[in-house]
């Protein structure tokens, strides 16, 4: 395992470096030098799991504006999202901003009316049909079946999520991750809820658990897993540090096993500061940035996708709406029950 | 008069504090009674086998070095003493860091060695580290008794016909018993409030479940298991009160001497132990150090841990002696002191878990340092009282007496008899509750204020992000600072005799 190979990329990419990479099409994309300095403080309550990517954009940025002020609070996104809830509930406002790693976070938030409403040239920025009211996708990512090719061919995984358990493989899983408890969100919408109870059974029974998608790729490669459930990024991110790792990605037909999901950033404060903030994480560097290093499929008009994901054409994610993927209190009560949490 | 009252108070305020988060956690618990939570048994079952497991492991490795390093006549043998203590200094979920990238396929040890190491993880792996990181408590527990073994009663064994090994069962084994199992029930205290070991090598034990139902802010669930959790703790601190040995002098101390097969088989379990527990992940380390060089921890980092430790030392110091002198004084004292030994049960998850849920009551104190320091008040300041009341109780009193019939005032004997006798342990006191909180986690994890990173939670977030390298700094950090510490303790005890 070349955990170095993650590192380096983490440590010596900042932002410069990659504007270069940057697509020449003539789109409305901004870049950091038309944006005004940051002046001010703003708190941000960022949803762990993406290693230090984020932290590099973040970094960055404050590095670009030294009048600027950043306090971060990390966590799950799950936990900030409800200590978010729990912090209105009894009065309090501790974030401005927040960014999570998972829509059905953002949803929850959402869903409490508490988010601003953002500017709509900053909504009018994003293709078509990721465009929302009062949040913004970030970056897009999709789920994926990752499996060991020494282990298997890839025709011999099922193009459906729901007969994948009866197959009779080593699968591994991160039940605690926010973006497979998304996944199992859309499962409930898709299939109902007594196919993915009986699902989360069967894979229970028999899967390896690790605390996160990494390491459920990290997992398949090893051998220590056939086929694994995690987005899309971390095989490629593994890939790219070890490119002769056996490892490919093997994707769904039409059901939640390969649900285009995105990270997402609200505000819960509305001012100048606020607004130029996020618009910084839209700009082409930052979105570049995000496809080339971190993998993510860029959700801005005109930027380039990450190399080795196939054109989102060859893709069939369900019909979902994202924030419908907010209805994740029932999601985590049936893990609960069934003792998958 | 005035001062006794104004250490009163101060006993008052703080045994009253000592109890908010349990009824926090009742409250809780109670709340939800709608939905009536049973025992997850799962839990249950894997806690009670991680801290079964890590008693019996750790006992079987601390009972041998204990013989070996009391009743064995080795050179050398004070170093080495010192060295199988070392794991002290170590906090476990360190360990398990380096136990769990540097095994297993494509781990570490496997890009080093020719052949791949088993895997550390799970509930096997947490025993396995918890045991190679707690074993000194029986060491410690087990020497104690083993030197109050006088050394006629081998002798008369011997005179009786007895060979080494009857004598080992007969003599030396019902004598150490009861230290053994105090060692053992240390042991397990540790291991059944312990956080970040389990957490980081995936045993799905109470202190982890309590973090992921906190993560979703299943605030009555996760309360649900705290008490669950409490309780058992409360049966093992009542067993652990029971197991205290009564000591006796004995007339001659026992020294066997080894043969060479003796010796070179007694040189390589200690040595072995401490390559395992202490060596190698500093080895580990140091690999990742070599690789990545001094990055990823900024200097505010250190800043933070520091700081927000000593405060917490400084503030434990001044509180105990309150708590202390009145739990000299009389029954009422004794008990408040009793009352303040609570926070010490109380594993950091389940205090953190509490005082979250205590700040959104009081917003104004919602994710402060306030809160924070106060949870590590509560956990810590035994370490302080412990320190100055063994020193306060052994104690002679005449000084004071004679300053009393020469009519000295209680406040200027408290300022220039009792303070001055009991100064270096304070310090001892502070010095532990330092050490104790710069390595603390899970309660620092859930209550720090917002961009507030310690060398401890740093650590988490690297874990979390799986690059694992990054560690070596923050890791060589606290365990530089926890064997300066120990260092200071050990000394200033010496000093104190």
New interface residues.
């Given amino acids: 395992?070349r955990?170095?190979d993650?590192?380096k990329a983490?440590?010596t990419c900042g932002l410069t470096p990659c504007i270069g990479l940057a697509q020449d099409s003539d789109s409305n994309v901004i870049s950091v030098d038309e944006l005004p300095e940051l002046v001010g403080e703003i708190?941000l309550y960022l949803g762990?799991?993406?290693?230090?990517l984020y932290e590099n954009v973040l970094k960055a940025i404050s590095d670009r504006n030294p009048k600027f002020k950043l306090?971060?609070?990390?966590?799950?996104t799950?936990?900030l999202a409800?200590?978010i809830?729990?912090?209105k509930?009894?009065?309090?406002r501790?974030a401005d901003v927040f960014w999570a790693v998972d829509a059905g976070a953002i949803g929850l938030v959402v869903d409490q009316e508490i988010a601003e409403p953002l500017p709509s040239e900053l909504v009018s920025q994003l293709r078509p049909n990721y465009r929302y009211r009062n949040w913004l996708p970030v970056s897009g990512r999709i789920r994926t079946l990752p499996f060991n090719t020494s282990a298997l061919g890839i025709e011999q995984i099922p193009q459906s999520i729901m007969s994948l358990p009866d197959e009779g493989f080593k699968l591994g899983w991160a039940p605690?991750y926010a973006s497979f408890q998304s996944f199992i969100t859309a499962m409930r919408l898709l299939a109902g809820n007594e196919a993915t109870s009986d699902w989360l059974l069967k894979v229970n029974s028999s899967a390896k658990?690790?605390?996160?998608e990494?390491?459920v790729v990290?997992g398949v490669?090893?051998?220590?897993v056939d086929i694994g459930f995690a987005n899309h990024y971390y095989t490629l991110r593994l890939k790219a540090g070890k490119p002769d790792a056996m490892l490919d990605l093997a994707f769904t037909k039409g059901d939640s096993g390969c649900l285009v999901n995105a990270s997402g950033i609200l505000a819960l404060t509305s001012n100048k500061t606020v607004h130029n903030f996020i618009r910084y994480l839209f700009t082409k560097e930052v979105q570049s940035y995000l496809s080339s290093e971190a993998f993510e499929i860029p959700l801005v008009d005109g930027i380039a996708l990450p190399r080795g994901i196939p054109s989102l054409d060859l893709i069939s994610p369900p019909a979902i709406d994202l924030t419908q993927l907010s209805d994740l209190r029932p999601t985590?009560d049936l893990m609960?029950e069934l003792?998958v949490? | 008069m005035k001062l006794r009252a104004t250490f009163f108070s101060i006993s008052t305020v703080v045994a009253a504090l000592s109890l908010l988060p349990v009824i926090t956690l009742l409250a809780l618990a109670v709340e939800q009674m709608g939905s009536v939570y049973f025992l997850r048994h799962e839990i249950f079952v894997n806690t009670i086998i991680v801290v079964s497991g890590t008693a019996l492991m750790a006992s079987l490795i601390g009972v041998p070095l204990a013989i070996i390093t009391s009743i064995f006549d080795l050179p050398l043998k004070k170093m080495l003493l010192a060295c199988l203590l070392m794991p002290l200094a170590v906090p476990s979920y360190i360990g398990a860091f380096a136990f769990y990238d540097a095994f297993g396929t494509g781990g570490e040890l496997d890009r080093l060695l020719p052949i791949t190491p088993p895997s550390v993880e799970g509930i096997t792996g947490t025993i396995f580290v918890l045991a190679l990181y707690t074993y000194p408590f029986v060491l410690l527990t087990t020497r104690a008794s083993l030197s109050g073994l006088d050394s006629n009663q081998i002798f008369a064994a011997r005179t009786l016909g007895s060979g080494f090994f009857e004598i080992f069962l007969k003599v030396i084994i019902p004598r150490v018993l009861n230290a053994v199992a105090g060692g053992a029930l240390l042991v397990a205290l540790y291991a059944i409030s312990d956080f970040g070991t389990p957490a980081i090598l995936g045993a799905n034990t109470y202190t982890r479940a309590i973090f992921v139902e906190y993560n979703a802010l299943g605030f009555s669930q996760a309360a649900n298991l705290s008490i669950q959790l409490f309780v058992i703790i409360s049966v093992f601190l009542v067993l652990e009160s029971r197991a205290r040995v009564a000591k006796a002098l004995p007339s001659q101390f026992v020294a066997i001497s080894l043969g060479s097969v003796g010796k070179c088989l007694a040189y390589l379990l200690v040595g072995s132990i401490i390559f395992t527990s202490t060596v190698l992940p500093v080895i580990i380390f140091s690999v990742w150090l070599n690789r990545e060089g001094f990055v990823g921890v900024e200097l505010l980092t250190v800043l933070n841990s520091v700081s927000v430790s000593f405060a917490t030392a400084v503030l434990i110091a001044l509180v105990a002696i309150p708590v202390s002198m009145t739990a000299t004084r009389d029954r009422l004292g004794k008990a408040l002191e009793k009352v303040t030994y609570l926070g010490f049960g109380i594993p950091g998850i389940v205090m953190g878990t509490a005082f979250i849920y205590v700040g959104l009551q009081f917003p104004p104190i919602y994710q402060t340092f306030f809160l924070l320091i106060l949870a590590y008040l509560l956990r810590f300041l035994p370490l302080g009282v412990s320190s100055i009341r063994n020193k306060l109780e052994a104690q002679d009193d005449s000084l004071i007496n004679a300053a009393k019939c020469l009519g000295t005032p209680d406040n200027e004997i408290f300022f220039r008899i009792t303070l001055p006798l009991i100064s270096k342990a304070i310090i001892a006191g502070g010095v532990l509750a330092f050490l104790e909180t710069i390595r603390e986690l899970p309660a620092t994890l859930v209550l720090g204020p917002i961009g507030f990173e310690t060398l401890a939670t740093y650590m988490w977030r690297v874990y979390e992000g799986g690059y694992f390298a990054l560690a070596a700094v923050p890791a060589f950090l606290i365990m530089g600072v926890s064997v300066l510490s120990l260092v200071v303790t050990l000394t200033m005890e010496d000093f104190s005799r």
């Avoid at chain 1, 762990?48 to 230090?52: A, C, D, I, M, S």
């Avoid at chain 1, 306090?71 to 799950?76: D, S, T």
């Avoid at chain 1, 490669?221 to 220590?224: A, D, I, L, P």
């Fill in positions: 395992m955990r170095r993650f590192n983490l440590l708190s762990r799991g993406e290693g230090g306090n971060i609070r990390r966590g799950p799950a936990a409800n200590a809830v729990a912090e509930e009894a009065g309090i501790r605690e658990r690790y605390a996160g990494l390491g990290m490669e090893r051998g220590e985590l609960r003792r949490l």
